[in-house]
């Protein structure tokens, strides 16, 4: 059973304050990664993917990747109230020749207080 | 604008209804996928298509059916069968290729079983 996992939190920080949310797989073969941000009662939106080891940045998003220790993470730099939703990790995982799927975490819930 | 449509915005299903979400992309992506989500859980797979006439089972098939008969439609039929319906249901594609595979989600369709 390929999994993700996460903190369901919630996470609560303070506005301007970094937002370190994290995630871990199991299956050492994932080689793509991606976060999804998703306001209640709203569907997920794509906002940060990786592939390669190291950082990646995107505005107030850095995404981070260690395959060694199979650990993901989203920064988000001077966290503002509208960033307040819920954070799903997702993994490529291939299951055979052209056969690739996204196995998600639960989420974690990110609450920015002003 | 090009985007993933899902109608209706919400549905409500009798007991032993069959109901059918409809699900469209002008994206030009050959990957579709309906997904569940239920509260504080996590996305599950339902079933996904990477090419015209084509689709597979994903983690929880049970109780529903697909169509795949043009590249932008993947309607969802949530059948009698399905013996606990009510839930968020999420459409998403993707381009198909080897390492990557971003999917992105419609606006989704909320179920209810009265």
């Known amino acids: 059973q390929k999994e993700v996992e996460q903190n369901s939190g919630p996470l609560s920080v303070p506005e301007g304050a970094i937002a370190s949310l994290n995630c871990t797989y199991s299956?050492?073969?994932?080689?793509?990664f991606f976060w999804y941000r998703q306001y209640s009662g709203k569907s997920p939106e794509l906002i940060m993917f990786?592939?390669?080891?190291g950082d990646k940045e995107d505005g107030r998003f850095t995404a981070q990747l260690n395959k060694a220790s199979q650990y993901v993470s989203l920064l988000i730099r001077d966290s503002q109230p509208s960033d307040s939703a819920t954070y799903l990790c997702?993994?490529?995982?291939?299951?055979?020749?052209?056969?690739?799927?996204?196995?998600f975490g639960t989420g974690t819930l990110l609450a920015v207080q002003p | 604008d090009g985007g993933i449509t899902q109608s209706p915005k919400y549905l409500f299903r009798k007991e032993g209804q069959n109901v059918t979400l409809s699900c469209e992309q002008n994206l030009n992506h050959d990957a579709m996928y309906w997904y569940r989500q239920d509260p504080g859980q996590g996305l599950r797979l339902i079933y996904y298509s990477q090419i015209v006439n084509d689709f597979q089972k994903g983690d929880i098939a049970e109780g529903y059916s697909v169509s795949r008969e043009k590249k932008e439609s993947f309607p969802l039929t949530v059948t009698s069968a399905q013996k606990n319906p009510t839930a968020f249901y999420l459409c998403?594609?993707?381009?198909?290729?080897?390492?990557?595979?971003?999917?992105?989600f419609g606006p989704g369709t909320r179920l209810t079983v009265l």
């Open positions: 299956d050492r073969g994932s080689q793509s």
């Open positions: 997702a993994v490529n995982v291939n299951y055979g020749g052209a056969t690739n799927k996204l196995i």
């Open positions: 990786i592939y390669s080891n």
């Open positions: 998403a594609s993707s381009i198909v290729r080897g390492v990557g595979n971003e999917q992105f």
